[in-house]
């Protein structure tokens, strides 16, 4: 299973970015997946994910109303459009999804294959 994360860049506060996360080696619309971050000095963190069954999303509160996760089976690949963008919002982002079938979470530790990460920097 190969995750390659990308759309990473630099961006003032309040603007916008779209992040893709292209996925092989496995059938998406069999699998749940997410998008997490790591900030300098902090554990990484779940930003949102998406149920492969239902399309149900979730989110962290930090991000709710700004970012919104979506996921296009027939490309296997998985976007964060991220709007209103903070300088808190600054980290490396990693898409990921689980072995497990059917499920998603936003505890990072339920996951086992991960993307390479693409750095967000917005600044103030």
């Known amino acids: 299973v190969q995750l390659q994360a990308s759309g990473g860049g630099l961006v003032q506060a309040g603007g916008s970015l779209r992040l893709s996360c292209a996925t092989s080696?496995?059938?998406?619309?069999?699998?749940?997946m997410g998008w997490f971050r790591q900030a300098p000095g902090k554990e990484r963190e779940g930003v949102s994910c998406?149920?492969?069954?239902?399309?149900?999303?979730y989110y962290a509160d930090s991000v709710k109303g700004r970012f919104t996760i979506s996921r296009d089976n027939a490309k296997n690949t998985v976007y964060l459009q991220m709007n209103s963008l903070k300088p808190e919002d600054t980290a490396v982002y990693y898409c990921?999804?689980?072995?497990?079938?059917?499920?998603?979470?936003?505890?990072?530790?339920?996951?086992?294959?991960w993307g390479q990460g693409t750095l967000v920097t917005v600044s103030s």
């Open positions: 080696g496995r059938t998406l619309s069999n699998n749940g």
């Open positions: 998406i149920s492969n069954s239902d399309g149900s999303t």
């Open positions: 990921a999804t689980p072995e497990r079938r059917h499920w998603v979470s936003l505890d990072p530790y339920e996951y086992d294959y």
